[in-house]
């Protein structure tokens, strides 16, 4: 097996969790942290060892032996350029969502993906859930036979929401419900969205960030199958970035509630009341073990490249999901349901990245 080189822009959050992931990994031989907070940089240095440091991101594009790029940077106006930047430098990309902040940014994306045979995925790490999981396979093996509805309704903490809210302008059917438009729509796949209805609230963020606290989406599938979307960030404090996710999925020979609210753990202490431990979207590190997604989402990556597989989430996939929630968003301004032409969906084409398309990492380095 041949060790991968990877760099990783961004070592905040998300970043951190995903540096401390590739240090503890064997397809990782070397590991390129790029990171503007030098205090930050020190840290996340500290943990996990890397080969090399930069406060200049530029620097892992150009070492010629990276053979990966994970971009965890924000605010998320650099996620195009950055990715951009790392494709054309002929780096597999491995992208937070969202993909791009315009449609036109990400057709970029993936054609220069496409043309130069390099794998381009999206961070929707919610996929790597256990339960999400659960929830895919039993539509799979037809278990639950074919999906007719669906709801997910997600919250998390107001410190998240100020977070969020304090560097972009993006609502939260971008930022949260994001996550489960990618999920529903992989499930009811191959039926693809037709109209969107949203309805926001601006109650609270509204006076500090100028963002809704909430928004409630429909979506239209082409078959007339429809599912609902509520997605949030004004809970108050439960545990740092507590988030709480509730699923039904229904079909045609049964359903399926997954409770991801993380009430199943309680702690209890003087200092702090009651909290809801390990209740992260990405989770967090207990110990020995990893309690949530973004663990295996990064291993899958490390293995798509070292194995030159194509990743779960393509871009295309990441592509609709954006068509649907800024079709949410103008929805919610303009207080009526958006149509999604056929024409303006990716085309139902196989995926041009095979295997063999995909640029050998051993061919890369020699
Ligand atoms: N999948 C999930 O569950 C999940 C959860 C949270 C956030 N996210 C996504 O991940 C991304 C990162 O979120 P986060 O909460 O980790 O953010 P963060 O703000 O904690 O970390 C981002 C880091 O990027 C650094 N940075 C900014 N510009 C840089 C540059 N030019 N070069 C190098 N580093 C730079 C910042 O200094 C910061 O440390 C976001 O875009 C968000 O959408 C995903």
Redesign the pocket.
Known sequence: MTALNVGI????????IRAEVCAASPYVGALHL????EA?LREVADKTKPATVT?D?RTLLENQNIDAIII???P?T??YP?AKESLLAGKHVFL???IALELSEADELIDISHSKGLLFTI????RFNPKFAYVKRAIDDGTIGQPVSALVSRHITRNLGN?IGG?IKLSPAA?EAT?DIDFVLWCFAPRRPVRVYAQEVRKIMQPVHGVPDCVWIIVTLDDGCAFTIGAGWVLPPAYPNFSSTWIEMVGTEGAIMVDDTHRDVTLNTMKRGIEFPIST??GEKVAHVYAG??EAETIHFLECVALNRQPLVTPEHARMVMQVYQAADKSAEEGRPIDILPSELPSRRPLPRQADSIKSVTADRS
């Open positions: 822009i961004g070592t905040g959050w998300c970043g951190g790029a990171e503007i907070k930050r406060t991101y965890s940077a924000t998320e650099t996620h950055m937070e969502k969202p961070g929707y790490s919610q977070k560097r930022m996550h979207m990405p997604p973004m």
